[in-house]
């Protein structure tokens, strides 16, 4: 596939043999492959990262995401799935392109404060929102995660954020709190933040799927957020998630997670690493043995 931003045909198929920037055995590798996942704690990475103003205006006035919100939505995860999954030259050369882009974007917040979006505290932020999204949202809506593992994904996640020059990234949840925490008392209630969830809740982004079930995934986007984050943002009772909003996204979670797709980023990227395409829908026992045989490496 082509992106016309990126100026970039994205192929995770080839060349063969060529490893990601982590390996096929991650934790990453198996939530990044479930969409349910990615939906949900891609909105809450929005969410926190709106909360910061310098972030909010940045991507307010320098991005595509005013005039079209969505599509800058997929590209935003066409690069999270290409530093996944993809060829590690690839990912970097994409990744490159994005860092340029960002480059260019500076100017000041309505109260006048100053930013850049290179500034490294905000590159730190956005790295680690979207490490914590994805990972909780899978925690939650998915498989329950064992605390080794949450760890390891936000450890290795290092190898995606310095790509796009974030140099201090909290190596556990607890380390995520207290970062949040250096950062909330900038954390504000803004209407863009409320135009951002009826967007999501609008159903725009996937006219197919049934409105209910996007209303509910703009909730549990929100359930995410810790309660002092969503009071400062005044995300009120009428965010709460339902018990059926909770049954019916843990349902489609699931039945995501054993959705076999061969034309999908990770079935692809398995393929090229001369793996089976349902690599990561088989038992531990037998991703083992696979890779012990393959000798499969995180790309440098």
Same mark, same amino acid.
Request: glycine letters at 8%; charged letters at 25%.
């Given at each position: 596939?082509?992106?016309?931003?990126?100026?970039?045909?994205?192929?995770?198929?080839?060349?063969?043999?060529?490893?990601?920037?982590?390996?096929?055995?991650?934790?990453?590798?198996?939530?990044?492959?479930?969409?349910?996942?990615?939906?949900?704690?891609?909105?809450?990475?929005?969410?926190?990262?709106?909360?910061?103003?310098?972030?909010?205006?940045?991507?307010?006035?320098?991005?595509?995401?005013?005039?079209?919100?969505?599509?800058?939505?997929?590209?935003?995860?066409?690069?999270?799935?290409?530093?996944?999954?993809?060829?590690?030259?690839?990912?970097? =050369?994409?990744?490159?392109?994005?860092?340029?882009?960002?480059?260019?974007?500076?100017?000041?917040?309505?109260?006048?404060?100053?930013?850049?979006?290179?500034?490294?505290?905000?590159?730190?932020?956005?790295?680690?929102?979207?490490?914590?999204?994805?990972?909780?949202?899978?925690?939650?809506?998915?498989?329950?995660?064992?605390?080794?593992?949450?760890?390891?994904?936000?450890?290795?996640?290092?190898?995606?954020?310095? =790509?796009?020059?974030?140099?201090?990234?909290?190596?556990?949840?607890?380390?995520?709190?207290?970062?949040?925490?250096?950062?909330?008392?900038?954390?504000?209630?803004?209407?863009?933040?409320?135009?951002?969830?009826?967007?999501?809740?609008?159903?725009?982004?996937?006219?197919?799927?049934?409105?209910?079930?996007?209303?509910?995934?703009?909730?549990?986007?929100?359930?995410?957020?810790?309660?002092?984050?969503?009071?400062?943002?005044?995300?009120?009772?009428?965010?709460?998630?339902?018990?059926?909003?909770?049954?019916?996204?843990?349902?489609?979670?699931?039945?995501?997670?054993?959705?076999?797709?061969?034309?999908?980023?990770?079935?692809?990227?398995?393929?090229?690493?001369?793996?089976?395409?349902?690599?990561?829908?088989?038992?531990?026992?037998?991703?083992?043995?696979?890779?012990?045989?393959?000798?499969? =490496?995180?790309?440098?």
């Amino acid at each position: 596939m082509q992106d016309k931003y990126l100026g970039t045909i994205i192929d995770f198929a080839s060349p063969a043999g060529e490893p990601a920037l982590l390996a096929p055995d991650s934790v990453q590798w198996r939530v990044y492959k479930n969409p349910v996942a990615l939906g949900i704690g891609g909105i809450a990475a929005v969410l926190l990262e709106f909360a910061e103003p310098r972030i909010r205006t940045g991507v307010w006035d320098h991005s595509t995401y005013r005039a079209d919100p969505i599509g800058r939505s997929r590209r935003t995860g066409l690069v999270a799935m290409l530093a996944c999954y993809g060829p590690a030259s690839m990912a970097k =050369e994409v990744i490159g392109k994005v860092n340029r882009m960002h480059g260019a974007v500076k100017g000041a917040t309505p109260a006048g404060e100053k930013y850049r979006a290179l500034d490294p505290i905000l590159l730190d932020w956005v790295a680690a929102t979207a490490s914590y999204g994805f990972l909780t949202a899978y925690d939650r809506f998915v498989h329950r995660l064992s605390a080794a593992d949450k760890d390891r994904f936000m450890r290795d996640g290092d190898a995606i954020g310095r =790509e796009f020059g974030a140099r201090r990234l909290p190596q556990t949840i607890d380390a995520f709190m207290a970062m949040m925490a250096q950062l909330a008392p900038r954390f504000e209630p803004h209407p863009i933040i409320f135009e951002f969830l009826d967007i999501i809740q609008s159903g725009r982004a996937a006219p197919g799927v049934p409105r209910l079930l996007h209303r509910a995934t703009a909730r549990a986007s929100v359930s995410l957020l810790p309660d002092s984050v969503r009071q400062q943002l005044d995300l009120g009772p009428r965010y709460d998630l339902t018990p059926i909003d909770r049954l019916m996204l843990r349902a489609a979670g699931r039945l995501a997670d054993r959705r076999i797709d061969r034309n999908s980023p990770a079935c692809q990227a398995s393929v090229r690493l001369g793996l089976p395409h349902d690599f990561l829908f088989r038992s531990n026992g037998e991703k083992i043995r696979m890779l012990a045989n393959q000798k499969v =490496e995180p790309g440098s």
